[in-house]
T-cell receptor
């Protein structure tokens, strides 16, 4: 069945460090790929959508690139800030039956 | 901005008791969902609904019931609560997966502790 995999449970960085969060997916159909962010005490909210038109999604300095060959859409940011501390979820929308699959989430801690 | 409101924000229940979690959305979305979030498991879908009167089983429906009496309201019901149901529960609404807008709008969550 369809699934997404995030292997990093927690990432700890210092301000201005480069962020890379790994996410791979498995599907037999044509997916829509999303990243959600969850700040402390809140529900998840959409961060960005990766479109297959240009294979990339960009929002608030975050970027994710879709790679069909490696079935991945890793999340990156050139320079993180303390305010980026949150849990990041990758998600796959399986378009044929409208199911959405979330990864287990990656806790990002950014130290000042 | 779309709004999803959950109540209560925190709930302590006893084993074997009945628990009802409520969710209200003002987005006029057709679809609503209940997820639970546990460390190491991410977000897991319990029940969802396509509209008033409909409920569908998600990936982990056992021990839960759902009710969608209107477009705006979607409840999650634990008839006989167990400690394994201690978790944070999120309600979400959305227009249509795979269509113009794939966003789900989540509430702030309900922290449930079953003692």
């Amino acid at each position: 069945g369809d699934s997404v995999t995030q292997k990093q449970g927690q990432v700890t960085l210092s301000e201005d460090d480069f962020l890379f969060i790994n996410c791979t997916y498995s599907t037999t159909t044509y997916p829509t790929l999303l990243w959600y962010v969850q700040y402390l005490g809140q529900g998840p909210q959409l961060l960005l959508k990766v479109t297959t038109a240009n294979n990339k999604g960009i929002s608030r300095g975050f970027e994710a690139t879709y790679d069909k060959g490696t079935t991945s859409f890793h999340l990156q940011k050139a320079s993180v800030q303390e305010s980026d501390s949150a849990v990041y979820f990758c998600a796959l929308v399986e378009n044929s039956n409208n199911r959405i699959f979330f990864g287990d989430g990656t806790q990002l801690v950014v130290k000042p | 901005e779309a709004a999803v409101t959950q109540s209560p924000r925190n709930k302590v229940a006893v084993t074997g008791g009945k628990v009802t979690l409520s969710c209200n959305q003002t987005n006029n979305h057709n679809n609503m969902y209940w997820y639970r979030q546990d460390t190491g498991h991410g977000l897991r879908l319990i029940h969802y609904s396509y509209g008033a009167g409909s409920t569908e089983k998600g990936d982990i429906p056992d021990g839960y019931k759902a009710s969608r009496p209107s477009q705006e309201n979607f409840s999650l019901i634990l008839e006989l609560a167990t400690p394994s149901q201690t978790s944070v529960y999120f309600c979400a609404s959305g227009d249509a997966w795979g269509a113009r807008d794939e966003r789900l709008f989540f509430g702030h969550g309900t922290k449930l502790s079953v003692l």
